[in-house]
């Protein structure tokens, strides 16, 4: 059983490194002051992972981001170790149908993170498309299907996948006024 977690906005995950991403300087004279400020960093990242394990979260998706890293490299390593699986850069307008999916709610700081808040599909995993290889996240056995569907489209280049995306729209809004007529 997998419990999933959706991270709206990244409050929290990497606030530390944020920082260092912006033209800001910290000038450093002794090597005991770097160690301690990478004790730190590593402790404050630990403990947002443990307090995110501690839930009973064993799925993360991360929603994409504008910054370079949203979260970062000593982040994903504690979350791999305490066997998170982390799902980053999910666009803005999937979050909603996967919240509805997994019956997760959204959360945009590390005090969200609460039992109540969690979703649950029975397997997450990350599949190859036959033709591309391109990679897919496939989330199997929520608890309320029928409300959500995924639809790959595939295409030769951009203008047959576009024109795949317009057929398959048009066939759903045909389904749609049948259903409704009934």
Not at 75 to 100: G, Y
Not at 121 to 128: G, N, R
């Amino acid at each position: 059983m997998c419990s999933v977690f959706v991270i709206e906005l990244q409050a929290d995950i990497a606030t530390r490194s944020r920082i260092s991403q912006m033209d800001n300087q910290i000038v450093v004279n002794d090597y005991r002051q770097m160690d301690k400020i990478l004790k730190e960093e590593r402790q404050y990242l630990l403990t947002l992972c443990k307090k995110i394990k501690k839930t009973g979260c064993n799925v993360l998706l991360i929603q994409k981001s504008i910054l370079r890293d949203a979260v970062n490299e000593l982040s994903l390593h504690f979350l791999a170790k305490l066997k998170i699986m982390v799902i980053k850069d999910v666009e803005r307008d999937e979050i909603e149908f996967i919240s509805k999916s997994t019956g997760c709610k959204p959360i945009a700081d590390i005090d969200g993170f609460t039992e109540d808040k969690l979703g649950y599909a029975d397997l997450v995993e990350e599949a190859q498309t036959k033709n591309d290889g391109a990679k897919v996240v496939k989330v199997t056995g929520v608890k309320n299907p029928g409300k959500t569907i995924s639809i790959i489209c595939t295409g030769a280049n951009g203008l047959v996948l576009e024109e795949s995306e317009r057929s398959l729209h048009d066939a759903l809004c045909v389904v749609r006024c049948l259903v409704k007529k009934r």
